[in-house]
């Protein structure tokens, strides 16, 4: 068939080679690969378009990265993807629960997992969503970086929020997502708030919920329910997550901490200590601070959740019969 001799023969596997496998159609006919050829392979099924306008040059199924590109250069058009330096100049970005999952969080599902791709576009854009592809226009485009073989996704920042105002097919444990981003990912609390705040989010009980607790130190959901149980009792307020100096020797970082009773609270998951190496560590963590004085007490989700009082109970009589090791000898935040 004519212009057939300008194009290397098709590839018959799913495996992506340099991001060429998932064109457009602008950018084979740039080539010279004339629209009936197009057109005509993709009717016969040596290749595929999965999207107006993308065209996927076998006849497989999908990879994941192939239906992420797709995607970007549905909504994208014939802007090119990449650019030097390891950002992009394109105005699509990948956001909300298919960039977390770039970012490899655990709280999202896996990147093979995420059935609707959501794309950020501009405001301006031309395209509707489809099935499998999700569009969300916004005038706060920001600046994307490129990941998985040069993917452009939003910001970390970004992504989540997204990801937290729902919609669409994926669904998010927000307070799950928050948590990690700030106790895993490293990101500034105040940061974090004012993303979501640009996001319209903020206000939700949830949401602000988790924002009071990182903000207060508070790691994890876990940690937040038990922050929960601990305040709303007669207990003295503990600080929370907070590093302890022992004569000016890193000592520990408990879960909550009554500085003037010695006292220390661990909640204990099977996420954090399921691997041995884990539980093996928190033993040794435990007998260290036992054997200097200190009052150490392990509760699980379950307790908080299904028997608070004897969690509570327990404390109270740790601090009751406190005080415990050599509180002088401790500094807060050393």
């Given at each position: 068939?004519?212009?057939?001799?300008?194009?290397?023969?098709?590839?018959?596997?799913?495996?992506?080679?340099?991001?060429?496998?998932?064109?457009t159609?602008?950018?084979?006919?740039?080539?010279?690969?004339?629209?009936?050829?197009?057109?005509?392979?993709?009717?016969?099924?040596?290749?595929?378009?999965?999207?107006?306008?993308?065209?996927?040059?076998?006849?497989?199924?999908?990879?994941?990265?192939?239906?992420?590109?797709a995607?970007?250069?549905?909504?994208?058009?014939?802007?090119?993807?990449?650019?030097?330096?390891?950002?992009?100049?394109?105005?699509?970005?990948?956001?909300?629960?298919?960039?977390?999952?770039?970012?490899?969080?655990?709280?999202?599902?896996?990147?093979?997992?995420?059935?609707?791709?959501?794309?950020?576009?501009?405001?301006?854009?031309?395209?509707?969503?489809r099935?499998?592809?999700?569009?969300?226009?916004?005038?706060?485009?920001?600046?994307?970086?490129?990941?998985?073989?040069?993917?452009?996704?939003?910001?970390?920042?970004?992504?989540?929020?997204?990801?937290?105002?729902?919609?669409?097919?994926?669904?998010?444990?927000?307070p799950?997502?928050?948590?990690?981003?700030?106790?895993?990912?490293?990101?500034?609390p105040?940061?974090?708030?004012?993303?979501?705040?640009?996001?319209?989010?903020?206000?939700?009980?949830?949401?602000?919920?988790?924002?009071?607790?990182?903000?207060?130190?508070?790691?994890?959901?876990?940690e937040?329910?038990?922050?929960?149980?601990?305040?709303?009792?007669?207990?003295?307020?503990?600080?929370?997550?907070?590093?302890?100096?022992?004569?000016?020797?890193?000592?520990?970082?408990?879960?909550?901490?009554?500085?003037?009773?010695?006292?220390?609270?661990?909640?204990?998951?099977?996420?954090?200590?399921?691997?041995?190496?884990?539980?093996?560590?928190?033993?040794?963590?435990?007998?260290?601070?036992?054997?200097?004085?200190?009052?150490?007490?392990?509760?699980?989700?379950?307790?908080?959740?299904?028997?608070?009082?004897?969690?509570?109970?327990?404390?109270?009589?740790?601090?009751?019969?406190?005080?415990?090791?050599?509180?002088?000898?401790?500094?807060?935040?050393?």
């Amino acid at each position: 068939m004519t212009g057939e001799r300008h194009l290397a023969p098709a590839r018959t596997d799913a495996r992506p080679r340099r991001g060429h496998d998932v064109v457009t159609r602008a950018q084979l006919r740039a080539q010279g690969v004339p629209q009936r050829t197009i057109t005509h392979r993709c009717h016969t099924g040596v290749w595929q378009s999965p999207l107006p306008g993308v065209v996927v040059l076998h006849s497989g199924p999908l990879t994941w990265r192939q239906r992420y590109r797709a995607a970007l250069l549905y909504a994208d058009g014939r802007r090119s993807l990449s650019t030097s330096a390891g950002r992009t100049s394109g105005d699509a970005s990948l956001t909300g629960v298919a960039a977390l999952a770039l970012y490899r969080l655990r709280s999202v599902p896996p990147p093979d997992a995420v059935r609707e791709v959501d794309v950020l576009v501009p405001e301006r854009c031309g395209v509707a969503s489809r099935d499998g592809v999700r569009l969300r226009r916004t005038q706060r485009m920001p600046r994307a970086l490129l990941l998985e073989g040069r993917l452009p996704v939003a910001p970390l920042r970004r992504a989540a929020a997204d990801a937290v105002r729902g919609g669409g097919e994926h669904s998010v444990d927000a307070p799950a997502v928050l948590h990690e981003l700030v106790q895993t990912k490293r990101v500034a609390p105040d940061r974090l708030a004012g993303e979501l705040q640009a996001a319209g989010v903020s206000w939700r009980t949830d949401v602000a919920a988790v924002l009071r607790d990182v903000g207060e130190g508070v790691r994890s959901p876990v940690e937040g329910l038990a922050r929960c149980v601990v305040l709303r009792s007669d207990l003295p307020r503990p600080l929370w997550n907070l590093r302890l100096t022992l004569d000016a020797d890193f000592l520990a970082v408990p879960d909550a901490y009554w500085p003037r009773h010695g006292v220390m609270l661990e909640v204990d998951s099977k996420e954090h200590h399921w691997a041995v190496a884990d539980w093996e560590a928190t033993m040794a963590r435990h007998n260290r601070l036992t054997a200097l004085g200190f009052r150490v007490l392990h509760a699980s989700p379950r307790q908080f959740r299904d028997r608070p009082a004897g969690v509570l109970a327990a404390v109270r009589t740790a601090l009751g019969t406190g005080p415990h090791g050599p509180l002088e000898r401790v500094r807060v935040g050393g």
